[in-house]
């Protein structure tokens, strides 16, 4: 029919890795309501549901045009059973009743409030809710002993770390970690990763890599930074973590697949304001109870610190940069399709049993048989 001619008709490679995915994306309704069922079966421990919600919201992520009718997806890849109804729901009535239900669910809402506690992940807050915790008062008269990084989300920082992060603040953030690292090691480099790096305006944290041209000279460098960091009053909290790449002697070293070994720091920044020449905005109490935010001359801002020598830069990079979905189908590729293992610090090739180095982000891409995605692109 005439209609089916004027029909937008898309074609995506199976693998996010293979796809150029800008910020620029045509389709938010639906990638919304699958972000979100997504992320309600991550928290409820059921990440292999998560993982499949995640691909398809990647895929309609990468569509060039807004899907308008369900013929337009025929041939795509990564839409299951599942996905497929959720998105005929919004397309036929303008909702899924899925994702409508979900978002107004107590269960949903309560592990948002209690997983956007610093500290605090999908295994504690279902335990709490199980107790009957289901809001931040609950928790504060339920006598829970809570660790320093909880106690320093929920009753310092709440309302903080849950707003938005710009990229003038993860700027200004950056100078500070700059003056830092080169007060301690001059030469050192720090480069922004993470969602900033891939152009996000917004982020829930700034990724800070930071490394030196020297192999070796970065070791023992973190601590430093951070006593820098604490005696000039810039850091509210942290917990540094050593390197223990070299420490684990599995055999012969096969990257393991996930999880990274870099020295490593999670901290909360002590943000300045910018001069505005006063408190303008008017606030009485926030809703859990600490100082709002306009009483005072700064906000707290999540950091993360990672330490990586220059070896592995390039895969550190790589590693970091995100966005998570993407670093996913990375591993995804490397294994299935090419018998490698990928990390934040190697690859390992499993047919010619060795490591194939790589100095830039664009030789790894290369290695794996992949067309260079800059990081612009890979907001799967
Ligand atoms: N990452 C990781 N290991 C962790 C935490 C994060 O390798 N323990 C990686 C993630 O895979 C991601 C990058 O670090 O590629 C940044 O993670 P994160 O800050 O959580 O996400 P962003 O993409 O920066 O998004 P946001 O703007 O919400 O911070
Ligand atoms: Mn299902
Ligand atoms: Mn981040
Ligand atoms: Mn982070």
């Known amino acids: 029919t005439g209609q089916d001619k004027e029909m937008a008709v898309f074609s995506v490679p199976s693998y996010a890795c293979q796809r150029r995915t800008t910020l620029d994306n045509q389709n938010t309704t639906l990638t919304d309501a699958l972000s979100l069922l997504a992320e309600n079966a991550e928290l409820s421990d059921e990440d292999g549901r998560g993982v499949a919600f995640r691909r398809a919201a990647a895929v309609l992520k990468a569509l060039p045009k807004p899907v308008t009718d369900m013929a337009q997806l025929r041939g795509l890849p990564c839409l299951g059973e599942h996905s497929l109804r959720v998105i005929r729901d919004i397309l036929e009535n303008g909702m899924s009743s899925e994702v409508e239900s979900t978002k107004q669910s107590e269960r949903y809402k309560a592990l948002k409030v209690l997983t956007g506690i610093f500290g605090v992940g999908a295994k504690t807050a279902d335990r709490w ?63 922004l990763i993470g969602g900033f790096r891939r152009g996000k305006l917004t982020g829930h944290d700034v990724d800070f890599l930071i490394t030196h041209p020297e192999e070796g000279r970065e070791e023992g460098l973190m601590p430093k930074v951070v006593s820098w960091l604490e005696s000039r009053g810039f850091l509210l909290y942290q917990k540094t973590t050593r390197n223990s790449y070299l420490e684990c002697k599995d055999g012969p070293a096969r990257p393991p697949s996930n999880i990274d070994r870099f020295e490593r720091c999670l901290s909360i920044f002590k943000l300045a304001n910018e001069e505005t020449g006063g408190t303008t905005q008017l606030e009485t109490l926030t809703e859990n109870g600490t100082e709002p935010a306009g009483h005072r001359p700064w906000r707290a801002v999540r950091v993360d610190l990672v330490v990586s020598p220059v070896s592995q830069f390039a895969f550190a990079l790589l590693g970091w940069t995100g966005s998570k979905l993407f670093e996913r189908e990375l591993r995804r590729w490397a294994g299935y399709e090419k018998a490698m293992s990928l990390s934040s610090h190697a690859l390992y090739d499993n047919k010619q049993s060795r490591y194939l180095r790589a100095t830039s982000e664009e030789e790894i891409f290369a290695h794996l048989g992949l067309e260079y995605i800059p990081p612009s692109e890979r907001n799967a």
């Open 129 to 191: 809710i199980r107790e009957g915790i289901h809001t931040l008062h609950q928790l504060r008269d339920s006598g829970h002993t809570l660790n320093r990084a909880q106690q320093a989300g929920v009753f310092l920082h709440y309302d903080d770390l849950n707003r938005p992060v710009s990229k003038a603040d993860a700027d200004i953030i950056g100078e500070t970690v700059g003056k830092a690292v080169d007060a301690v090691l001059p030469g050192a480099q720090v480069t």
